[in-house]
């Protein structure tokens, strides 16, 4: 696998076959395939991974949206990656052939603390932050912290977990987002059927029936 400056490639000995994404695309389709694995978790238990790891994403996806700037990807991301982003930004309006850094994401947690502020979007236009409640960010930051990255890092181990909680983080997830749909900056490139595409997605997570 390789990256350049205009796209990803998997070097297979094959046809080409090419997806267009974009993070508010890859944000739509995480919710998407979140609402698509929910269908498969009577016959298969083991579908609440993939349901847990695309709200994840999605959630992620959605505050990497909202708190960037157009200054790319200046507001998403680490205190010392942005300070070498500035750097860079600075140098290259002297040197056009500067390599411009690494970028480095915030965690979730950080993302979620970083949403919750005033101005937090990245025209700074909310005067109130997105609603999250201390109780709630505790919780997602378990979820992150304990569920997320095990799931992703599966250690040789047996584990039992309780997904009895999963449709209310689903609630929870849909909820967050959909303020910051409605906010505005995050989803402002895409069309309005694309952002009328999100909200029913949204809305679908909202109510979506779970094995009791």
Request: glycine letters at 4%; aromatic letters at 8%; charged letters at 25%.
């Amino acid at each position: 696998m390789r990256r350049t400056g205009e796209g990803l490639f998997l070097e297979q000995p094959m046809a080409e076959n090419w997806i267009q994404i974009d993070e508010t695309e890859d944000v739509a389709a995480s919710l998407r395939h979140s609402i698509r694995t929910a269908q498969f978790v009577n016959e298969d238990p083991l579908a609440y991974k993939w349901v847990l790891l695309a709200l994840h994403s999605a959630l992620q996806g959605a505050c990497v949206c909202h708190l960037t700037t157009t200054a790319s990807p200046l507001g998403a991301v680490t205190e010392r990656n942005a300070s070498k982003w500035l750097t860079y930004f600075e140098q290259s309006r002297i040197d056009p052939k500067s390599a411009p850094p690494k970028t480095f994401l915030m965690p979730l947690p950080d993302l979620l603390k970083a949403v919750r502020k005033p101005h937090s979007a990245g025209d700074k236009s909310n005067s109130v932050g997105v609603k999250i409640e201390d109780n709630e960010l505790n919780w997602l930051c378990r979820i992150h912290d304990d569920v997320r990255n095990q799931l992703v890092h599966f250690e040789p181990m047996g584990w039992s977990i309780d997904m009895s909680g999963v449709p209310d983080i689903a609630k929870l997830v849909a909820r967050i987002i959909n303020e910051i749909l409605v906010m505005g900056w995050a989803f402002r490139h895409q069309t309005s059927a694309e952002r009328e595409e999100l909200r029913q997605c949204l809305q679908t997570l909202s109510k979506l029936e779970w094995p009791r």
